[in-house]
Each structure stands twice: as structure tokens, then as C-alpha cells.
């Protein structure tokens, strides 16, 4: 299986920030690399589908950006609505879908 | 809208079975793939399955294999998930989640349900 790696597990940041998550597959994937946001007792929500497209809805701040094996999701300037675990996931390999361990952002 | 509900969690002893049950609406059911993905109490996502559109492929992780199986009624719009041979390890959160993709094999889920609580324990 296609291994995730994600960093930082956790972040603290103030509102405004630039917010920068990182991820890693352990092999290439193309661009099947799509990003989930969950916030607490929820259902995690499609953020970001093909490294870099936002799905209907989601505001501008947030994007993404990479390619093979390296990947970046960014909040451009983080509110406080954006508390959240943040996941990447590859589809890559479709009959084993992975996800990344999760990054979990709170504010300063 | 799109709307998942899931349902059949509840404790269950290791070794015993489960069946949970997905119910869809808001979208032609029979156009779409339905995931599994779970998650253990303060842990993260972990696929579980997938069935296509049509029934005709069904794919599951390593963890599950042989032990869950996944199925669909397109007459009734639900997806099944039974879950056989229970362990501690399967205690979860189970979400079940609609493929992005129409008519194709399985893709990603991008739809999710509110999920249900597997809980395995003597």
C-alpha cells in the first residue's frame, strides 16, 4: 500500500496566519492527492480534489499545490472556523485508498 | 441534496458479526460507488471498502479482507457492510461516503454520512 505522511501531526497559529501542511506518499501518485477537513464529532469534508481544485463552496483560502510525491496544503490566512484535522489522501491506487495520519490546527 | 445515513452500530462481542446498513438519497444511487472508511476513537481515517456503481467490483483492505463483506441494492438505495469474525481493532466510527465519480469503477468518496459507533468488547 501507498503510505502518507503528513507534517506536523499538530500546529498552533494565530488568526491571519499562513497555515502550511505538508505531505508525503511513499511512492509517486500522480495527481489522485485530494485533502479532508474534519472538525470535531463530524464527518470529515472534501476540501480540495486533484492536488489543486477547490471543491464547490469552499472559500479561497485554502489551496493546494504539488505533484509525485510532495504535496502542500496552505490556509492563507487561517480563521477561526478552520479548527479542524486535516487529512490527505492518494487514489492513486484505487483498490487500496490510504490516508495521511492527520494534522490537527488550533489557534494561538 | 446528497444525504448518507448510516445505522446497525452497536456493541458487539470479538468474534460475534455485525451487518451495518447505509442508506442514500438525493443523487441516482445506482450511478455512484459507496466507500467504507472508519475511525477508531481518537484516531484517523482508515479505508475500509468500496463497492462500484453497479455491484461489479468490490475492493477492501488488508485489514478487513475476508472478514467484512460489502453490498448494494440499487432497488432499495442502501449499502451493506457485514462484518464477520469481529476484534477489538475493528472498534470504530463508520462512515459510509459516495464515490465522486459517475459510472466509473470507484474513484474517491466525496460525500460523507454522519457515521455509526462499531464498539467490539467483551
Known amino acids: 500500500d501507498i503510505q502518507m505522511t503528513q507534517s506536523p501531526s499538530s500546529l498552533s497559529a494565530s488568526v491571519g496566519d499562513r497555515v502550511t501542511i505538508t505531505c508525503q506518499a511513499s511512492q509517486g501518485v500522480s495527481n489522485y492527492l485530494n485533502w479532508y477537513q474534519q472538525k470535531p464529532g463530524k464527518a470529515p469534508k472534501l476540501l480540495i480534489y486533484d492536488v489543486s481544485n477547490l471543491e464547490t463552496g469552499v472559500p479561497s483560502r485554502f489551496s493546494g499545490s504539488g505533484s509525485g510525491t510532495d504535496f502542500t496544503f496552505t490556509i492563507s490566512s487561517l480563521q477561526p472556523e478552520d479548527i479542524a484535522t486535516y487529512y490527505c489522501?492518494?487514489?492513486?491506487?484505487?483498490?487500496?485508498?490510504?490516508f495521511g495520519g492527520g494534522t490537527k490546527v488550533e489557534i494561538k | 441534496q446528497v444525504q448518507l445515513v448510516e445505522s446497525g452500530g452497536g456493541v458487539v462481542q470479538p468474534g460475534r458479526s455485525l451487518r451495518l446498513s447505509c442508506a442514500a438519497s438525493g443523487f441516482t444511487f445506482s450511478d455512484f460507488g459507496i466507500h467504507w472508511v472508519r475511525q477508531a476513537p481518537g484516531k484517523g481515517l482508515e479505508w475500509v471498502a468500496v463497492?462500484?456503481?453497479?455491484?461489479?467490483?468490490?475492493f477492501y483492505s488488508d485489514s478487513v479482507k475476508g472478514r467484512f463483506t460489502v453490498s448494494r441494492d440499487n432497488s432499495k438505495n442502501t449499502v451493506d457492510l457485514q462484518m464477520n469474525s469481529l476484534r477489538p481493532d475493528d472498534t470504530a466510527v463508520y462512515f459510509c461516503a459516495r464515490d465522486a465519480s459517475v459510472v466509473a469503477v470507484v474513484s474517491y468518496p466525496a460525500y460523507w454520512g454522519q457515521g455509526t459507533l462499531v464498539t467490539v468488547s467483551s
Open positions: 463497492i462500484s456503481y453497479d455491484g461489479g467490483s468490490r
Open positions: 489522501q492518494q487514489y492513486d491506487d484505487l483498490v487500496a485508498l490510504t
